[in-house]
T-cell receptor, first 113, second 114 residues
């Protein structure tokens, strides 16, 4: 079992609210990632980080933002949630040595009403 | 366009039976191919990883094969158990970037019935 944690696991929130999805890993991994996954669909990379103070946008355009102030912490923020943001958000991390395996957290299921 | 296609989309088998899941990809340049298992409501967990030079890799009752020439992979599950019920995702990594970009299939939803 990978030591990567996400909170909350489930979140139901109204339109227009600001939310932050938390992701923490205790493996000392440099690379961290956020994916969005809709039911029955593939994972889409929305943000990634090579290390502290590094953040990049992924393949799928997202209105969310991320920060990487500490190695172990990679939170994702939505300033104003909308129903189109309803999805599952998965955080992952890897060692960044080349052939690394990404270790995934349990995910946050977000429902915006 | 780099793509990963999996079949079948869903599969139902009886406990104790074997099954084989398929993955075709067009990702180039190829680095490695992984099979992940994703339980409902959980994040994916890596089962196997294969590079260009490897054509088979086992992990317990899971055996993955890779044909880099035809760009095909399969995941064979032997003597299925109820706990094998999950989505199995094929993931291919390219060598074209320092990130080692991952390309995900949509997964095969496997249901094992008693």
């Amino acid at each position: 079992e990978a030591d990567i944690y996400q909170t909350p696991r489930y979140l139901v929130i109204g339109t227009g609210k600001k939310i932050t999805l938390e992701c923490s890993q205790t493996m000392g991994h440099d690379k961290m990632y956020w994916y969005q996954q809709d039911p029955g669909m593939e994972l889409h990379l929305i943000h990634y980080s090579y290390g502290v103070n590094s953040t990049e946008k992924g393949d799928l355009s997202s209105e969310s933002t991320v920060s990487r102030i500490r190695t172990e912490h990679f939170p994702l923020t939505l300033e104003s949630a909308r129903p189109s943001h309803t999805s599952q958000y998965l955080c992952a991390s890897s060692t960044g040595t080349g052939q690394e395996t990404q270790y995934f957290g349990p995910g946050t299921r977000l429902l915006v009403l | 366009k780099n793509q990963v296609e999996q079949s079948p989309q869903s599969l139902i088998i009886l406990e104790g039976k074997n099954c084989t899941l398929q993955c075709n990809y067009t990702v180039s340049p190829f680095s490695n191919l992984r099979w992940y298992k994703q339980d409902t409501g959980r994040g994916p967990v890596s089962l196997t990883i294969m590079t260009f030079s490897e054509n088979t890799k086992s992990n317990g009752r899971y055996t993955a094969t890779l044909d880099a020439d035809t760009k095909q992979s399969s995941l064979h599950i032997t003597a299925s158990q109820l706990s094998d019920s999950a989505s199995y995702i094929c993931v291919v990594s390219d060598r074209g970037s320092t990130l080692g970009r991952l390309y995900f299939g949509r997964g095969t939803q496997l249901t094992v019935w008693p």
